[in-house]
Protein backbone atom coordinates (compact mmCIF):
# COMPACT_ATOMS: atom_id res chain seq x y z
CA UNK A 1 0.00 0.00 0.00
CA UNK A 2 1.76 3.37 -1.11
CA UNK A 3 -0.13 6.92 0.36
CA UNK A 4 -2.12 8.22 -2.15
CA UNK A 5 -1.74 11.75 -2.78
CA UNK A 6 -4.94 13.23 -2.64
CA UNK A 7 -5.91 11.39 1.15
CA UNK A 8 -4.91 14.79 3.24
CA UNK A 9 -7.04 13.81 6.14
CA UNK A 10 -4.59 11.08 7.41
CA UNK A 11 -1.48 13.39 7.08
CA UNK A 12 -3.06 16.48 8.74
CA UNK A 13 -4.31 14.30 11.60
CA UNK A 14 -2.29 11.80 12.18
CA UNK A 15 0.77 13.54 13.94
CA UNK A 16 -1.20 14.88 16.72
CA UNK A 17 -3.07 11.41 17.46
CA UNK A 18 1.00 9.76 17.37
CA UNK A 19 1.82 11.86 19.91
CA UNK A 20 -0.49 11.81 22.51
CA UNK A 21 -1.05 8.03 21.73
CA UNK A 22 2.54 7.34 22.06
CA UNK A 23 2.42 8.37 25.62
CA UNK A 24 -0.81 7.14 27.03
CA UNK A 25 0.02 3.65 25.23
CA UNK A 26 3.79 4.02 27.39
CA UNK A 27 1.76 4.80 30.25
CA UNK A 28 0.07 1.59 29.82
CA UNK A 29 2.50 -0.40 28.59
CA UNK A 30 4.19 -0.36 32.61
CA UNK A 31 0.87 -1.95 33.82
CA UNK A 32 0.70 -3.97 30.45
CA UNK A 33 2.38 -6.55 31.22
CA UNK A 34 -0.52 -7.52 33.86
CA UNK A 35 -2.80 -7.56 31.33
CA UNK A 36 -2.67 -4.03 30.65
CA UNK A 37 -5.41 -2.38 32.71
CA UNK A 38 -5.17 1.31 31.36
CA UNK A 39 -8.10 1.77 33.82
CA UNK A 40 -6.80 5.77 35.19
CA UNK A 41 -9.83 7.29 33.99
CA UNK A 42 -9.57 10.00 30.97
CA UNK A 43 -5.77 8.89 30.79
CA UNK A 44 -5.89 9.20 27.13
CA UNK A 45 -6.86 12.06 25.48
CA UNK A 46 -6.21 10.57 21.33
CA UNK A 47 -9.37 8.51 22.65
CA UNK A 48 -11.42 11.38 23.10
CA UNK A 49 -10.18 13.15 19.85
CA UNK A 50 -10.50 9.61 18.18
CA UNK A 51 -13.70 8.80 19.06
CA UNK A 52 -15.16 12.65 18.67
CA UNK A 53 -14.07 11.84 14.90
CA UNK A 54 -16.48 9.15 14.52
CA UNK A 55 -19.13 9.29 17.11
CA UNK A 56 -22.31 7.91 15.41
CA UNK A 57 -25.20 9.95 15.77
CA UNK A 58 -28.81 9.68 14.41
CA UNK A 59 -28.42 9.50 10.87
CA UNK A 60 -27.03 6.53 9.63
CA UNK A 61 -22.97 6.93 8.73
CA UNK A 62 -21.81 7.93 5.57
CA UNK A 63 -19.80 5.48 4.41
CA UNK A 64 -16.21 6.70 3.95
CA UNK A 65 -12.71 5.09 3.17
CA UNK A 66 -10.69 3.79 5.64
CA UNK A 67 -7.51 6.18 6.74
CA UNK A 68 -4.23 4.50 5.62
CA UNK A 69 -4.09 4.44 9.42
CA UNK A 70 -6.96 2.05 9.75
CA UNK A 71 -6.03 0.51 6.68
CA UNK A 72 -3.14 -0.81 9.00
CA UNK A 73 -5.14 -1.56 11.35
CA UNK A 74 -7.96 -3.45 9.23
CA UNK A 75 -4.49 -6.12 8.41
CA UNK A 76 -3.95 -5.70 12.30
CA UNK A 77 -7.01 -7.37 13.15
CA UNK A 78 -6.71 -9.92 10.48
CA UNK A 79 -3.29 -10.83 11.22
CA UNK A 80 -2.42 -14.59 12.38
CA UNK A 81 0.97 -13.91 12.45
CA UNK A 82 0.61 -12.18 15.47
CA UNK A 83 -0.41 -14.74 17.48
CA UNK A 84 1.39 -17.55 19.54
CA UNK A 85 -0.11 -20.61 17.16
CA UNK A 86 0.23 -18.51 13.98
CA UNK A 87 -3.42 -19.32 13.44
CA UNK A 88 -5.66 -17.05 15.45
CA UNK A 89 -5.90 -13.05 14.58
CA UNK A 90 -8.33 -10.40 16.81
CA UNK A 91 -11.20 -11.63 13.74
CA UNK A 92 -10.82 -15.53 14.84
CA UNK A 93 -12.93 -14.49 17.69
CA UNK A 94 -14.65 -11.45 16.17
CA UNK A 95 -15.78 -12.56 12.84
CA UNK A 96 -17.62 -9.52 11.22
CA UNK A 97 -20.19 -11.83 9.85
CA UNK A 98 -21.52 -12.12 13.28
CA UNK A 99 -21.02 -8.90 14.43
CA UNK A 100 -17.88 -9.43 14.68
CA UNK A 101 -18.29 -12.40 17.49
CA UNK A 102 -17.98 -15.82 16.85
CA UNK A 103 -19.77 -17.57 14.72
CA UNK A 104 -19.44 -20.88 16.60
CA UNK A 105 -21.87 -22.13 19.41
CA UNK A 106 -19.23 -22.51 22.18
CA UNK A 107 -19.92 -20.50 25.35
CA UNK A 108 -15.87 -19.42 24.84
CA UNK A 109 -13.40 -19.73 22.67
CA UNK A 110 -9.82 -21.35 22.65
CA UNK A 111 -6.70 -19.95 21.99
CA UNK A 112 -3.01 -20.42 23.02
CA UNK A 113 -0.14 -21.99 21.43
CA UNK A 114 -2.27 -24.53 19.99
CA UNK A 115 -5.66 -23.27 20.41
CA UNK A 116 -6.22 -25.57 23.19
CA UNK A 117 -6.81 -23.33 26.28
CA UNK A 118 -10.19 -22.48 27.05
CA UNK A 119 -10.94 -18.75 27.72
CA UNK A 120 -12.98 -18.02 30.34
CA UNK A 121 -15.42 -15.16 29.03
CA UNK A 122 -17.82 -15.19 26.43
CA UNK A 123 -16.81 -12.89 23.21
CA UNK A 124 -18.94 -9.64 22.94
CA UNK A 125 -19.83 -8.33 19.92
CA UNK A 126 -18.32 -5.69 18.38
CA UNK A 127 -20.69 -3.56 16.77
CA UNK A 128 -20.99 -0.19 18.36
CA UNK A 129 -19.33 -0.18 21.42
CA UNK A 130 -16.82 2.81 20.12
CA UNK A 131 -19.39 4.96 22.25
CA UNK A 132 -18.81 3.17 25.12
CA UNK A 133 -18.20 5.69 28.06
CA UNK A 134 -14.82 5.30 30.52
CA UNK A 135 -15.44 3.43 33.33
CA UNK A 136 -16.43 5.57 36.36
CA UNK A 137 -18.58 5.58 39.10
CA UNK A 138 -21.48 7.94 38.27
CA UNK A 139 -24.80 9.08 38.89
CA UNK A 140 -27.71 6.93 37.81
CA UNK A 141 -29.25 7.80 35.02
CA UNK A 142 -32.94 8.49 34.52
CA UNK A 143 -33.86 6.01 32.41
CA UNK A 144 -34.54 6.41 28.43
CA UNK A 145 -35.37 10.09 28.34
CA UNK A 146 -32.04 11.47 29.82
CA UNK A 147 -29.59 8.33 28.15
CA UNK A 148 -26.33 11.07 28.46
CA UNK A 149 -24.28 12.08 25.61
CA UNK A 150 -21.66 9.76 27.20
CA UNK A 151 -18.71 8.66 25.15
CA UNK A 152 -15.25 8.75 25.43
CA UNK A 153 -14.05 11.21 27.83
CA UNK A 154 -16.96 13.35 28.05
CA UNK A 155 -18.14 11.33 31.36
CA UNK A 156 -16.08 12.76 33.87
CA UNK A 157 -18.47 15.91 34.58
CA UNK A 158 -22.48 13.77 34.28
CA UNK A 159 -24.48 16.55 36.38
CA UNK A 160 -26.65 15.18 38.76
CA UNK A 161 -29.38 13.18 38.00
CA UNK A 162 -32.98 11.43 38.73
CA UNK A 163 -32.75 8.02 39.69
CA UNK A 164 -34.33 5.76 37.31
CA UNK A 165 -37.29 4.61 39.31
CA UNK A 166 -37.92 1.15 37.27
CA UNK A 167 -34.17 0.50 37.94
CA UNK A 168 -33.91 0.32 41.95
CA UNK A 169 -31.51 -1.97 42.96
CA UNK A 170 -28.10 -0.72 42.86
CA UNK A 171 -29.67 2.59 44.58
CA UNK A 172 -30.73 0.54 47.37
CA UNK A 173 -26.97 -0.41 48.27
CA UNK A 174 -25.69 3.45 47.27
CA UNK A 175 -27.60 4.98 49.27
CA UNK A 176 -25.37 5.50 51.97
CA UNK A 177 -22.66 6.54 49.75
CA UNK A 178 -24.96 8.49 47.64
CA UNK A 179 -26.35 10.50 50.60
CA UNK A 180 -22.74 11.42 51.85
CA UNK A 181 -21.89 13.29 48.72
CA UNK A 182 -25.12 15.42 49.88
CA UNK A 183 -26.98 14.53 46.63
CA UNK A 184 -29.52 12.56 48.22
CA UNK A 185 -31.16 12.19 44.41
CA UNK A 186 -28.22 10.47 43.08
CA UNK A 187 -27.22 7.24 43.17
CA UNK A 188 -23.73 6.19 42.25
CA UNK A 189 -23.58 3.42 40.07
CA UNK A 190 -20.04 1.77 38.43
CA UNK A 191 -20.73 2.13 34.59
CA UNK A 192 -18.70 1.98 31.55
CA UNK A 193 -15.56 0.74 30.47
CA UNK A 194 -14.62 -1.88 27.68
CA UNK A 195 -14.94 -5.75 28.78
CA UNK A 196 -17.59 -7.14 30.55
CA UNK A 197 -15.65 -5.59 33.74
CA UNK A 198 -15.16 -2.33 32.28
CA UNK A 199 -11.19 -2.86 33.27
CA UNK A 200 -9.47 -0.79 30.15
CA UNK A 201 -10.96 2.90 29.12
CA UNK A 202 -9.57 2.88 25.57
CA UNK A 203 -9.74 0.72 22.22
CA UNK A 204 -5.49 1.04 22.33
CA UNK A 205 -5.68 -0.01 25.64
CA UNK A 206 -7.83 -2.75 25.11
CA UNK A 207 -5.96 -3.99 21.80
CA UNK A 208 -2.69 -5.10 24.04
CA UNK A 209 -5.15 -7.65 26.03
CA UNK A 210 -5.79 -10.32 23.47
CA UNK A 211 -2.35 -10.02 21.90
CA UNK A 212 -0.60 -10.79 25.58
CA UNK A 213 -3.73 -13.30 26.90
CA UNK A 214 -2.11 -16.67 27.63
CA UNK A 215 -5.41 -17.98 26.40
CA UNK A 216 -5.63 -16.02 23.28
CA UNK A 217 -3.38 -14.59 21.28
CA UNK A 218 -0.65 -15.61 23.53
CA UNK A 219 2.68 -13.64 23.46
CA UNK A 220 4.40 -13.79 26.50
CA UNK A 221 5.82 -10.25 26.21
CA UNK A 222 5.18 -6.89 24.60
CA UNK A 223 8.69 -7.47 23.39
CA UNK A 224 7.27 -11.05 21.08
CA UNK A 225 4.91 -8.40 19.37
CA UNK A 226 7.32 -5.72 18.72
CA UNK A 227 9.83 -8.59 17.34
CA UNK A 228 6.65 -9.91 14.91
CA UNK A 229 5.35 -6.57 13.87
CA UNK A 230 8.93 -6.02 12.71
CA UNK A 231 8.23 -8.78 10.44
CA UNK A 232 5.25 -7.69 8.76
CA UNK A 233 5.15 -7.00 4.81
CA UNK A 234 3.33 -3.18 5.70
CA UNK A 235 5.53 -2.22 8.36
CA UNK A 236 7.11 0.32 5.05
CA UNK A 237 3.32 1.66 5.21
CA UNK A 238 3.39 2.10 9.44
CA UNK A 239 6.52 3.85 8.70
CA UNK A 240 5.33 6.42 5.87
CA UNK A 241 2.30 7.63 8.27
CA UNK A 242 4.03 7.37 11.79
CA UNK A 243 7.50 8.45 10.66
CA UNK A 244 11.04 6.64 10.67
CA UNK A 245 11.39 5.97 14.31
CA UNK A 246 9.15 3.48 14.48
CA UNK A 247 11.79 1.45 12.76
CA UNK A 248 13.79 2.27 16.10
CA UNK A 249 11.87 3.00 19.04
CA UNK A 250 9.95 -0.23 20.09
CA UNK A 251 7.54 1.15 22.18
CA UNK A 252 6.34 3.92 19.05
CA UNK A 253 5.94 0.99 17.00
CA UNK A 254 3.82 -0.81 18.91
CA UNK A 255 1.63 2.06 20.33
CA UNK A 256 1.30 3.16 16.70
CA UNK A 257 0.22 -0.77 16.25
CA UNK A 258 -2.83 -0.63 18.64
CA UNK A 259 -3.62 2.94 17.68
CA UNK A 260 -3.79 1.62 13.96
CA UNK A 261 -6.54 -1.04 14.98
CA UNK A 262 -8.56 1.44 17.34
CA UNK A 263 -8.49 3.55 14.12
CA UNK A 264 -9.98 0.27 12.15
CA UNK A 265 -12.65 -0.14 14.81
CA UNK A 266 -13.62 3.63 14.85
CA UNK A 267 -14.10 4.02 11.34
CA UNK A 268 -15.07 0.74 9.69
CA UNK A 269 -18.71 1.53 8.83
CA UNK A 270 -19.24 -2.29 9.71
CA UNK A 271 -18.74 -1.84 13.21
CA UNK A 272 -21.60 0.43 13.70
CA UNK A 273 -23.63 0.46 10.62
CA UNK A 274 -27.49 1.43 12.30
CA UNK A 275 -28.71 -0.53 9.79
CA UNK A 276 -31.61 -2.84 12.06
CA UNK A 277 -35.51 -3.22 11.03
CA UNK A 278 -35.37 -0.92 15.12
CA UNK A 279 -33.56 1.60 13.23
CA UNK A 280 -35.45 1.88 9.94
CA UNK A 281 -38.59 2.13 12.32
CA UNK A 282 -37.58 4.79 14.33
CA UNK A 283 -36.87 6.57 11.67
CA UNK A 284 -40.25 6.30 10.44
CA UNK A 285 -39.28 4.17 7.31
CA UNK A 286 -40.83 0.92 8.15
CA UNK A 287 -43.82 -0.49 10.64
CA UNK A 288 -42.63 -3.28 12.94
CA UNK A 289 -45.20 -5.88 12.99
CA UNK A 290 -47.90 -6.39 15.34
CA UNK A 291 -45.66 -9.53 17.50
CA UNK A 292 -42.64 -7.15 17.28
CA UNK A 293 -44.79 -4.49 18.85
CA UNK A 294 -46.02 -5.89 21.15
CA UNK A 295 -42.49 -7.02 22.40
CA UNK A 296 -41.10 -3.18 22.05
CA UNK A 297 -44.30 -2.58 24.37
CA UNK A 298 -43.31 -5.90 26.68
CA UNK A 299 -39.65 -4.40 26.54
CA UNK A 300 -40.47 -0.92 27.97
CA UNK A 301 -42.99 -1.95 29.97
CA UNK A 302 -42.23 -1.31 33.93
CA UNK A 303 -44.73 -4.03 35.08
CA UNK A 304 -43.41 -6.54 32.78
CA UNK A 305 -40.70 -7.32 31.05
CA UNK A 306 -38.53 -4.05 31.57
CA UNK A 307 -35.75 -4.39 30.24
CA UNK A 308 -35.74 -0.88 28.46
CA UNK A 309 -34.72 0.40 32.61
CA UNK A 310 -30.83 -1.08 31.39
CA UNK A 311 -30.95 -1.80 27.82
CA UNK A 312 -32.08 1.81 26.63
CA UNK A 313 -34.33 1.76 23.21
CA UNK A 314 -34.89 5.24 22.84
CA UNK A 315 -32.99 8.09 21.16
CA UNK A 316 -31.10 10.21 23.31
CA UNK A 317 -32.00 13.74 24.14
CA UNK A 318 -29.26 14.30 21.29
CA UNK A 319 -30.78 12.70 18.56
CA UNK A 320 -28.05 9.71 19.12
CA UNK A 321 -29.75 5.80 18.13
CA UNK A 322 -30.49 3.89 21.05
CA UNK A 323 -27.46 1.16 21.72
CA UNK A 324 -29.87 -1.04 24.01
CA UNK A 325 -27.55 -0.37 27.49
CA UNK A 326 -26.96 2.46 30.24
CA UNK A 327 -23.45 0.79 30.27
CA UNK A 328 -23.93 0.38 33.68
CA UNK A 329 -23.40 -2.81 35.81
CA UNK A 330 -25.03 -5.13 37.37
CA UNK A 331 -25.45 -8.51 39.31
CA UNK A 332 -27.85 -10.89 38.04
CA UNK A 333 -27.02 -14.35 39.53
CA UNK A 334 -26.55 -15.93 36.24
CA UNK A 335 -26.18 -19.60 36.85
CA UNK A 336 -22.62 -21.18 36.84
CA UNK A 337 -21.46 -22.78 33.11
CA UNK A 338 -20.17 -25.94 33.80
CA UNK A 339 -18.76 -26.16 30.13
CA UNK A 340 -15.91 -23.41 31.52
CA UNK A 341 -13.38 -25.77 32.80
CA UNK A 342 -12.30 -23.70 35.11
CA UNK A 343 -15.53 -23.92 36.90
CA UNK A 344 -14.25 -27.31 37.85
CA UNK A 345 -12.61 -25.65 40.79
CA UNK A 346 -14.86 -24.90 43.40
CA UNK A 347 -12.89 -22.12 44.40
CA UNK A 348 -12.69 -20.54 41.42
CA UNK A 349 -15.22 -17.60 40.62
CA UNK A 350 -15.49 -15.08 38.27
CA UNK A 351 -16.58 -12.09 40.01
CA UNK A 352 -16.95 -9.39 37.39
CA UNK A 353 -15.59 -5.89 38.75
CA UNK A 354 -13.62 -7.87 41.38
CA UNK A 355 -11.80 -10.11 39.19
CA UNK A 356 -9.88 -12.47 38.44
CA UNK A 357 -9.07 -10.15 35.19
CA UNK A 358 -10.02 -6.32 37.01
CA UNK A 359 -7.57 -5.97 39.85
CA UNK A 360 -7.72 -2.22 40.63
CA UNK A 361 -9.08 -0.49 43.80
CA UNK A 362 -12.53 -1.01 42.21
CA UNK A 363 -11.98 -4.61 42.17
CA UNK A 364 -11.53 -4.59 46.19
CA UNK A 365 -14.97 -3.55 46.68
CA UNK A 366 -17.28 -5.91 48.25
CA UNK A 367 -20.60 -4.37 46.95
CA UNK A 368 -18.82 -4.79 42.91
CA UNK A 369 -18.72 -8.16 43.07
CA UNK A 370 -20.31 -10.30 41.23
CA UNK A 371 -21.59 -7.77 38.69
CA UNK A 372 -21.24 -7.11 35.07
CA UNK A 373 -21.47 -4.59 32.63
CA UNK A 374 -24.81 -4.44 30.99
CA UNK A 375 -24.44 -5.66 27.25
CA UNK A 376 -25.54 -3.54 24.31
CA UNK A 377 -28.67 -5.91 22.88
CA UNK A 378 -27.96 -4.69 19.32
CA UNK A 379 -27.29 -7.87 17.11
CA UNK A 380 -28.31 -10.06 20.45
CA UNK A 381 -30.38 -12.66 17.89
CA UNK A 382 -26.94 -13.18 15.97
CA UNK A 383 -25.18 -14.30 19.43
CA UNK A 384 -24.45 -17.85 20.04
CA UNK A 385 -23.64 -17.99 23.62
CA UNK A 386 -25.31 -15.44 26.25
CA UNK A 387 -24.32 -13.42 29.58
CA UNK A 388 -20.69 -12.99 30.69
CA UNK A 389 -20.22 -17.08 31.05
CA UNK A 390 -22.15 -17.77 27.76
CA UNK A 391 -24.35 -20.55 29.90
CA UNK A 392 -27.07 -19.95 27.37
CA UNK A 393 -27.48 -20.56 23.90
CA UNK A 394 -30.58 -18.66 22.84
CA UNK A 395 -33.05 -16.18 23.34
CA UNK A 396 -35.55 -18.20 24.89
CA UNK A 397 -33.70 -19.99 27.61
CA UNK A 398 -32.51 -16.20 28.61
CA UNK A 399 -35.82 -15.13 28.77
CA UNK A 400 -36.99 -17.65 30.92
CA UNK A 401 -34.03 -17.05 33.34
CA UNK A 402 -35.13 -13.35 33.49
CA UNK A 403 -38.57 -14.11 34.55
CA UNK A 404 -38.65 -17.48 36.38
CA UNK A 405 -35.07 -17.43 37.94
CA UNK A 406 -37.05 -16.27 41.01
CA UNK A 407 -40.49 -18.51 40.71
CA UNK A 408 -38.67 -21.83 39.51
CA UNK A 409 -35.06 -21.23 40.21
CA UNK A 410 -34.71 -25.31 40.14
CA UNK A 411 -35.43 -24.93 36.06
CA UNK A 412 -31.83 -23.04 36.24
CA UNK A 413 -29.79 -24.09 39.27
CA UNK A 414 -28.33 -27.48 40.45
CA UNK A 415 -28.87 -28.97 44.07
CA UNK A 416 -26.58 -29.07 47.04
CA UNK A 417 -25.26 -32.12 48.52
CA UNK A 418 -28.67 -31.60 51.13
CA UNK A 419 -30.91 -31.35 48.26
CA UNK A 420 -31.38 -27.61 48.53
CA UNK A 421 -31.43 -25.47 45.58
CA UNK A 422 -28.20 -23.65 44.83
CA UNK A 423 -29.81 -20.47 43.90
CA UNK A 424 -27.15 -18.23 42.44
CA UNK A 425 -24.43 -20.87 42.36
CA UNK A 426 -21.74 -18.96 40.54
CA UNK A 427 -21.25 -16.07 43.23
CA UNK A 428 -19.89 -16.70 46.76
CA UNK A 429 -22.58 -16.32 49.46
CA UNK A 430 -21.11 -13.30 50.96
CA UNK A 431 -21.69 -11.18 47.34
CA UNK A 432 -25.08 -12.48 46.97
CA UNK A 433 -26.92 -9.08 48.56
CA UNK A 434 -25.02 -7.15 45.55
CA UNK A 435 -27.56 -9.60 43.04
CA UNK A 436 -30.74 -7.59 41.93
CA UNK A 437 -34.09 -8.75 43.55
CA UNK A 438 -35.87 -5.44 43.31
CA UNK A 439 -36.21 -4.45 39.53
CA UNK A 440 -38.83 -6.06 37.59
CA UNK A 441 -38.89 -8.76 36.30
CA UNK A 442 -36.60 -10.42 38.98
CA UNK A 443 -39.32 -8.77 42.33
CA UNK A 444 -41.01 -12.75 41.78
CA UNK A 445 -41.66 -15.12 44.97
CA UNK A 446 -42.19 -18.45 43.93
CA UNK A 447 -46.11 -19.02 43.38
CA UNK A 448 -46.38 -15.61 41.49
CA UNK A 449 -46.84 -15.45 37.85
CA UNK A 450 -43.80 -14.69 35.90
CA UNK A 451 -43.27 -11.00 34.54
CA UNK A 452 -43.70 -12.31 31.00
CA UNK A 453 -45.80 -15.59 29.95
CA UNK A 454 -44.45 -17.56 26.80
CA UNK A 455 -46.69 -16.07 24.05
CA UNK A 456 -45.14 -12.80 25.72
CA UNK A 457 -41.74 -14.02 25.55
CA UNK A 458 -41.92 -14.91 22.16
CA UNK A 459 -43.17 -11.20 21.29
CA UNK A 460 -39.70 -9.99 22.86
CA UNK A 461 -38.06 -11.90 21.06
CA UNK A 462 -39.61 -10.95 17.90
CA UNK A 463 -38.89 -7.90 18.72
CA UNK A 464 -34.99 -8.60 19.45
CA UNK A 465 -34.75 -9.94 15.91
CA UNK A 466 -35.57 -6.32 14.77
CA UNK A 467 -32.18 -5.32 16.16
CA UNK A 468 -29.83 -6.82 14.12
CA UNK A 469 -28.13 -5.24 11.65
CA UNK A 470 -28.78 -5.15 7.52
CA UNK A 471 -32.24 -5.45 7.12
CA UNK A 472 -34.12 -4.74 3.76
CA UNK A 473 -37.41 -4.44 3.71
CA UNK A 474 -39.01 -6.75 1.02
C1 LIG B 1 -9.54 -16.04 21.69
C2 LIG B 1 -10.61 -15.14 21.40
C3 LIG B 1 -10.31 -13.65 21.25
C4 LIG B 1 -9.37 -13.05 20.43
C5 LIG B 1 -8.36 -13.70 19.51
C6 LIG B 1 -9.57 -11.63 20.59
N1 LIG B 1 -10.59 -11.38 21.45
FE1 LIG B 1 -11.43 -9.59 21.87
N2 LIG B 1 -12.52 -10.43 23.33
C7 LIG B 1 -12.54 -11.77 23.65
C8 LIG B 1 -13.21 -11.96 24.92
C9 LIG B 1 -13.44 -13.30 25.63
C10 LIG B 1 -13.58 -10.69 25.37
C11 LIG B 1 -14.25 -10.36 26.72
C12 LIG B 1 -13.16 -10.51 27.78
C13 LIG B 1 -13.49 -9.92 29.12
O1 LIG B 1 -14.55 -9.32 29.29
O2 LIG B 1 -12.65 -10.06 30.02
C14 LIG B 1 -13.14 -9.74 24.34
C15 LIG B 1 -13.38 -8.37 24.39
C16 LIG B 1 -12.97 -7.49 23.40
C17 LIG B 1 -13.32 -6.09 23.37
C18 LIG B 1 -14.20 -5.34 24.37
C19 LIG B 1 -15.59 -5.18 23.83
C20 LIG B 1 -16.53 -4.49 24.79
O3 LIG B 1 -17.57 -4.00 24.34
O4 LIG B 1 -16.26 -4.45 25.99
C21 LIG B 1 -12.69 -5.55 22.27
C22 LIG B 1 -12.76 -4.11 21.80
C23 LIG B 1 -11.94 -6.62 21.64
N3 LIG B 1 -12.16 -7.78 22.33
C24 LIG B 1 -11.11 -6.45 20.55
C25 LIG B 1 -10.16 -7.41 20.17
C26 LIG B 1 -9.01 -7.14 19.32
C27 LIG B 1 -8.67 -5.80 18.72
C28 LIG B 1 -8.35 -8.32 19.18
C29 LIG B 1 -7.04 -8.57 18.46
C30 LIG B 1 -5.91 -7.78 18.88
C31 LIG B 1 -9.11 -9.32 19.92
N4 LIG B 1 -10.18 -8.72 20.53
C32 LIG B 1 -8.80 -10.67 19.94
C33 LIG B 1 -12.02 -12.78 22.88
C34 LIG B 1 -11.04 -12.59 21.91
C1 LIG C 1 -31.37 -4.43 35.98
C2 LIG C 1 -30.81 -4.28 34.66
C3 LIG C 1 -31.31 -5.23 33.59
C4 LIG C 1 -32.61 -5.51 33.23
C5 LIG C 1 -33.90 -5.01 33.85
C6 LIG C 1 -32.52 -6.41 32.11
N1 LIG C 1 -31.22 -6.67 31.81
FE1 LIG C 1 -30.55 -7.85 30.32
N2 LIG C 1 -28.66 -7.71 31.02
C7 LIG C 1 -28.27 -6.94 32.09
C8 LIG C 1 -26.91 -7.27 32.47
C9 LIG C 1 -26.10 -6.65 33.58
C10 LIG C 1 -26.51 -8.31 31.60
C11 LIG C 1 -25.17 -9.06 31.66
C12 LIG C 1 -25.22 -10.00 32.87
C13 LIG C 1 -24.11 -11.01 32.92
O1 LIG C 1 -23.56 -11.39 31.87
O2 LIG C 1 -23.82 -11.49 34.02
C14 LIG C 1 -27.62 -8.54 30.70
C15 LIG C 1 -27.60 -9.44 29.63
C16 LIG C 1 -28.65 -9.64 28.75
C17 LIG C 1 -28.60 -10.51 27.60
C18 LIG C 1 -27.37 -11.29 27.12
C19 LIG C 1 -26.67 -10.49 26.03
C20 LIG C 1 -25.33 -11.04 25.61
O3 LIG C 1 -24.82 -10.56 24.59
O4 LIG C 1 -24.77 -11.90 26.29
C21 LIG C 1 -29.82 -10.45 27.00
C22 LIG C 1 -30.26 -11.17 25.74
C23 LIG C 1 -30.64 -9.57 27.79
N3 LIG C 1 -29.90 -9.09 28.84
C24 LIG C 1 -31.97 -9.25 27.52
C25 LIG C 1 -32.80 -8.64 28.44
C26 LIG C 1 -34.24 -8.60 28.31
C27 LIG C 1 -35.02 -9.13 27.12
C28 LIG C 1 -34.71 -7.98 29.43
C29 LIG C 1 -36.14 -7.79 29.85
C30 LIG C 1 -36.91 -9.02 30.03
C31 LIG C 1 -33.56 -7.60 30.23
N4 LIG C 1 -32.43 -8.02 29.59
C32 LIG C 1 -33.63 -6.92 31.43
C33 LIG C 1 -29.05 -6.00 32.73
C34 LIG C 1 -30.45 -5.98 32.69
Redesign the pocket.
Known amino acids: MSVPPDHPASHRTHPHFTRTVYYGTALCLAAALVLCSCHERHSHPAAASASAVTTATSAPPVPQPLSLMAQIGQK??YEKS??VSGQ???A???EPSHAFAPANDLA????GPDLKLQ?A????H?TY?LR?PNFSIGPDQDSNESQATMNGAATAAVPTAAINPHKLARIASNVAKAASAQTSATAMVPQGG????G?VDT?QG??I???LNP???GNASAQVIIAKLKKLPYLADLKQLAGPNVLTDDRLLLSESLFA?ARY?SEEPAFAPYSSKYDQYLQGKVQLSDAEMRGLKLFDDPQKGNCASCHLDKKSKDGQMPLFTDYQFEALGVPRNPEIKANANPHYYDLGICGP?RTDAYSKQASNCGLF?T?SLRNVATRHAFF?NGVYHNLNDVLHFYVERDIHPEKFYPKKANGEIDKFNDLPARYQQNIDVVDAPFDRKPGSNPALNDTEIQDVIAFLNTLSDGYHPQ
Open positions: LFLSMSCSCHVQYGGRAVPLMTFFWDRLQAGPLLEMIEAKPH
